[in-house]
C-alpha cells in the first residue's frame, strides 16, 4: 500500500515561463533601428514593431492557451480521477455491503439449523424465541440484499424466501410435534421437508455470500490498481504547471489519504468486531488455520481458550445495554496485559471471546494462563463511576490433542466452556467423555425447565415429630418429577443439574411456593402446620431470596413462623459472611432456620453461636449407624447436649428403627425424622396419617406409618 512517503515528488521547475520574461527576451532580440545590412535601406520601424508585437501577442496567445491547456488537463485530471476512484469506492462499498449481508444471511441459516436442533433437544419458549431471532435476522439480511443488489440478487433473495416460507411451515409443524414428543414424527418431517430444504437455503445463501466476497475483494483490488493509475499519472500531470503542482499535489494526497483510510476501514470493518474493534470470527478462522500450519511446522502447540462471561446478562438487565457495551469495550484490553504480541484476542458475539495462543506449550500451560486470565477479569471494571464485578468461564483446547480443523477445535472449546460454566469449575479442558453425555445433559436440563412450566414436579412431606409427645410439629417438603415417560424421578438425579445452572433459582421458588400453597390449605382446615424447605448453596448467593421469602408469605397468607428453611452445613461455607447476611435477613422475616447434615460438615462453633438459627438436624449417616458404632452414638449424644446448651431444637433424620428411637428420646433428643415413623408421602397421605394418629384415633404414639 503506498504511503506518502512512497509518492512521486513533483518537478520543482515548468516548461512555461511567464509572460514578462518572454516579452524581455524578445526586445533583447530585436536589432536597433537602422540600415538594415547590406541593403543601404532603412527598414520601416512601424512594420518592425508590427512584426514584433505579433510575435509576442502570438506567444502570448500560446502561454495563456498552454496555461489554460495546463488548467484544463489538470482539471480534467481531478475530475476524473475524483470519478473513477468515487465510483470504484461506491462500487468496493456496494460489494462489501453485500457481502456482509449474505454473510449475516449465512450466520442467521445456520443459526436457524442449531436452534432447531435444540428445540428437539430442549423445547422451551427461550429456544424458540432464539430461533424466531434468527429468522428476523435472516429476513432483515435478504431485504438488505434485495435493496443494495441488483436484479440478479433480487431474484435470488425471492427465490430463497420462497423456500424459507415452505421451511418455516415445516419448521412449524415439526415444532409442534417436538412439544407433543411425537419423536417418529419429528424424524419423518425432518428428514423428508426439513432438511432438503434447509440445505438448498443453506447452499443458495453460502454460494452467494462467497461470490459476493469475492466479488469485494475484485473490487478492492481494483480501487488499489486505481490509486496505483493515479499514482503514476500524478508527476507528469504536474510537470505541466508549477503555479498548480501544490495544490494539485494536495488535493491528491488528501483524496488519495481519505481512499486508503476508506479501504483500510472497509477491509478493517469485515474481519473486526464493530463494538469493541477485536478480531471477529472470520478472522479467527483465519489467524487459526495459518497458526495451525505454522505450528505444524515448526512443531509447537497451538492452543485456544473460549471465554464466556458469567452472569452478564444481570448487568445488561440491572443498567442497560449502554454499561453492558461498554463493558465488553474494556475486555480484550484487559486480557492484552496478560498476554503477549503473538496472542490474539478475537470475539465471537455476545459476551464470548476467544484466544488464540500460536504456542501455549502443554495442557497445564494452558490450564494456568486461563486462570490466570479468568482471575484478571475478576478484577472490577470501572464503568461511567460504577465497579462492575464480572467472573468467566473458559474452555480449553489444545490442537493436536483435541483436533486439528479450526472448526472442530472451536466447538470443543465450546463444549468445554459450557462444561466449566454449568459446573461452576471456572476452567475445563476438552475431555471425549464428558462431550458424549453433553447432549442427554441438556436433553434433561429442558426438560427440567418445561417440567417446571407444566407442573410436573410434586411435593411429597415426611413428617417431624416429638420424642416426648409424639406430637407431629412439622413436616419437610421433598420434591418430586413425575416425567411422563421416565416416571418419577427422585431430587438427587435433577437437583445437582439445577443448581449448575440458574435453574435453581426457578426451582427453588416453585417448591416454596407449592409448600406455602399446601400450608395455607392446613391453617384452613383448622391443622396448621410448620412447613420446612431445603436451600440450596447457590440459594445463598441469591441476595433477593429475603424479599422472595416475604413475598410468598404475603401471596399465600402464611404467618413466617410456619416456614422453616433447611440449609446444609456444607452449604454455609461455600461463602460464610454473604450467607450469614442472607440468614439473618431471612431470621428478620420471622422465618425459622436450620442447619442440615449437621456434623457432616466442618461449622466451627463460633459460627454457629452467631448464626441466626432455630434448630439442628443431625447428619443421618450419625443416626444410622449410632447402635453399631460407639463413635457415632457418642458423635449424636454430643451434639444434642452442644444444641441444647446453645438453646437449638435437636432433629434426628434417618431415624429406621424402634431401638433408634428409643436411644434417641434416652439421650434427649427433640424431634424424630425417618422412614420409621413415617416415609415422604403426598399431602393427602400426610392427612389421612395424622387422622389416624390423632388422640380420637388412641394412636399418640410415635411409630411406623401403615
Request: aromatic fraction near 4%; charged fraction near 20%.
Amino acid at each position: 500500500m503506498p504511503t506518502g512517503a512512497d509518492l512521486p515528488r513533483p518537478v520543482a521547475s515548468s516548461v512555461l515561463g511567464s509572460s514578462t520574461d518572454l516579452d524581455d527576451h524578445e526586445q533583447a532580440s530585436v536589432p536597433a533601428p537602422g540600415p538594415a545590412p547590406g541593403t543601404g535601406v532603412t527598414p520601416d520601424i512601424s512594420q518592425v514593431r508590427v512584426t514584433s508585437d505579433d510575435r509576442i501577442a502570438l506567444r502570448s496567445r500560446l502561454a495563456s492557451i498552454g496555461l489554460v491547456l495546463v488548467m484544463f488537463g489538470v482539471s480534467t485530471f481531478a475530475v476524473w480521477s475524483s470519478q473513477a476512484t468515487s465510483a470504484a469506492a461506491r462500487s468496493a462499498d456496494v460489494a462489501s455491503t453485500l457481502a456482509d449481508s449474505y454473510a449475516q444471511a449465512a450466520v442467521a441459516v445456520a443459526a436457524e439449523e442449531s436452534l432447531e436442533r435444540k428445540y428437539r433437544l430442549e423445547p422451551g419458549p427461550e429456544v424458540r424465541a432464539r430461533y424466531d431471532a434468527a429468522t428476523d435476522r435472516l429476513v432483515g439480511a435478504l431485504a438488505l440484499v434485495a435493496r443494495n443488489g441488483n436484479l440478479d440478487d433480487r431474484e435470488r433473495v425471492t427465490a430463497v424466501l420462497g423456500k424459507h416460507r415452505l421451511y418455516l411451515r415445516a419448521i412449524s409443524r415439526m415444532f409442534t410435534l417436538v412439544d407433543k414428543r411425537d419423536a417418529p414424527a419429528v424424524l419423518k418431517i425432518d428428514a423428508l421437508e426439513v432438511d432438503p430444504q434447509f440445505l438448498q437455503i443453506q447452499q443458495t445463501v453460502d454460494a452467494a455470500a462467497v461470490a459476493h466476497h469475492q466479488e469485494s475483494v475484485a473490487q478492492l483490488s481494483h480501487l488499489r490498481r486505481m490509486e496505483t493509475t493515479t499514482s503514476r499519472l500524478t508527476p507528469l500531470v504536474f510537470l505541466l504547471g508549477i503555479l498548480l503542482s501544490a495544490l494539485l499535489i494536495s488535493i491528491t494526497r488528501v483524496h488519495r489519504r481519505l481512499l486508503d483510510r476508506e479501504r483500510s476501514r472497509a477491509l478493517h470493518d469485515s474481519t473486526h468486531d464493530a463494538l469493541t474493534g477485536l478480531p471477529n470470527r472470520a478472522l479467527l478462522y483465519q489467524r487459526f488455520d495459518r497458526v495451525l500450519r505454522e505450528a505444524s511446522r515448526a512443531g509447537t502447540t497451538a492452543g485456544l481458550l473460549l471465554i464466556d462471561l458469567d452472569r452478564f446478562k444481570e448487568i445488561n438487565d440491572t443498567f442497560g445495554h449502554h454499561y453492558g457495551d461498554t463493558l465488553l469495550t474494556q475486555i480484550g484490553p484487559r486480557l492484552h496485559l496478560a498476554l503477549r504480541e503473538a496472542d490474539t484476542v478475537a470475539r465471537l458475539g455476545g459476551d464470548e471471546f476467544a484466544i488464540l495462543f500460536p504456542d501455549i506449550g502443554d495442557l497445564d500451560a494452558a490450564m494456568e494462563v486461563a486462570a490466570q486470565l479468568r482471575e484478571a477479569l475478576e478484577k472490577p471494571f470501572l464503568v461511567e463511576g460504577v465497579a462492575l464485578d464480572v467472573e468467566a468461564s473458559v474452555g480449553v483446547v489444545l490442537a493436536g490433542e483435541h483436533g486439528t480443523d479450526p472448526e472442530i477445535l472451536l466447538q470443543r472449546a465450546d463444549i468445554a466452556m459450557y462444561i466449566a460454566k454449568v459446573q461452576s469449575l471456572g476452567v475445563f479442558a476438552y475431555d471425549p467423555a464428558v462431550d458424549g453425555h453433553t447432549p442427554a445433559r441438556l436433553a434433561l436440563l429442558g426438560e427440567l425447565r418445561r417440567a417446571l412450566n407444566l407442573g410436573q414436579l410434586a411435593l411429597h412431606y415426611q413428617p417431624k415429630v416429638s420424642t416426648r409427645t409424639a406430637e407431629v410439629v412439622g413436616a419437610e417438603a421433598l420434591v418430586r418429577w413425575q416425567h411422563p415417560d421416565r416416571g418419577m424421578i427422585f431430587p438427587d438425579s435433577f437437583i445437582p443439574l439445577a443448581e449448575q445452572t440458574g435453574l435453581i433459582g426457578p426451582l427453588t421458588t416453585y417448591v416454596l411456593g407449592a409448600a406455602l400453597t399446601q400450608a395455607r390449605a392446613w391453617m384452613d382446615a383448622g391443622q396448621p402446620l410448620m412447613v420446612s424447605v431445603n436451600l440450596s448453596a447457590r440459594n445463598l448467593l441469591d441476595d433477593q431470596l429475603p424479599q422472595e421469602v416475604a413475598d410468598l408469605l404475603a401471596t399465600h397468607g402464611v404467618p413466617a413462623e410456619l416456614l422453616l428453611l433447611e440449609v446444609t452445613e456444607s452449604a454455609l461455607m461455600t461463602e460464610p459472611d454473604r450467607a450469614r447476611r442472607l440468614l439473618e435477613a431471612l431470621s428478620a422475616l420471622g422465618v425459622r432456620l436450620s442447619i442440615d447434615d449437621f456434623g457432616a460438615g466442618y461449622t466451627s462453633l463460633g459460627q454457629l453461636k452467631n448464626l441466626p438459627v432455630a434448630e439442628l438436624k443431625i447428619d443421618k449417616s450419625f443416626i444410622i449407624n449410632m447402635r453399631n458404632d460407639p463413635s457415632d452414638a457418642l458423635i449424636v449424644h454430643s451434639i444434642v447436649e452442644l444444641g441444647h446448651n446453645l438453646g437449638l431444637t435437636i432433629v434426628a433424620e434417618g431415624v429406621e428403627t424402634a431401638a433408634v428411637l428409643a436411644d434417641l428420646t434416652t439421650l434427649g433428643c427433640d424431634i424424630a425424622q425417618g422412614n420409621y415413623v413415617s416415609r415422604p408421602v403426598p399431602a393427602a397421605a400426610l392427612d389421612s396419617w395424622r387422622a389416624e394418629r390423632s388422640p380420637s384415633a388412641n394412636q399418640p404414639s410415635v411409630g411406623p406409618a401403615r
